[in-house]
């Protein structure tokens, strides 16, 4: 039995015959696959760098800067940069935080291994001979 009409119009229930049983995958929304060329995001290792190479450029454009505030710091490359914008400004000063602790712990690496290298060289050239400071305070003796 066919009953002409919508349900809405007939002012009857639906039943579950009414209703037909199709096969819906076209409504599924399509699988994203990460392009290769894309710009990655900053979770990707490959986000992050470009993030460290972005405050590496802030902090020698800012060398006049005694102290570095990673707030002043997030808020400038947040402002400065559009893929920036598109995340929430605390959000993104976490990120900034963890890149540059990361940054800092590099560079401190990097220089205490340049300075064992130095200390290797002058034992080497100095003939065994070490040159130690010795500072002595006056004592004056009333």
């Known amino acids: 039995m066919v009953r002409p009409g ?8 639906r039943e579950s015959s009414d209703l037909e049983l199709e096969d819906n995958s ?14 990655a995001s900053q979770g990707s290792p490959a986000g992050t760098e470009e993030l460290k190479t972005r405050i590496k450029k802030y902090l020698e454009e800012n060398r006049s800067l005694k102290f570095i505030d990673i707030d002043e710091m997030s808020k400038n ?10 995340r929430k400004l605390n959000v993104f000063k976490g990120q900034v935080d963890g890149a540059f ?34 500072r002595l305070e006056d004592e004056t003796t009333v």
């Open 26 to 39: 076209d409504m599924k929304k399509p699988k994203v696959v990460p392009d290769k060329d894309a710009p």
């Open 77 to 86: 490359l947040h402002e400065a940069y559009p893929e920036y914008r598109r």
């Open 101 to 134: 602790k990361t940054l800092t712990e590099a560079l401190a690496k990097k220089s205490a291994m340049k300075k064992t290298k130095k200390q290797k060289k002058g034992e080497k050239n100095g003939n065994g001979k070490q040159v130690e400071e010795i």
């Open 6 to 13: 919508p349900a809405s119009q007939t002012g009857r229930k």
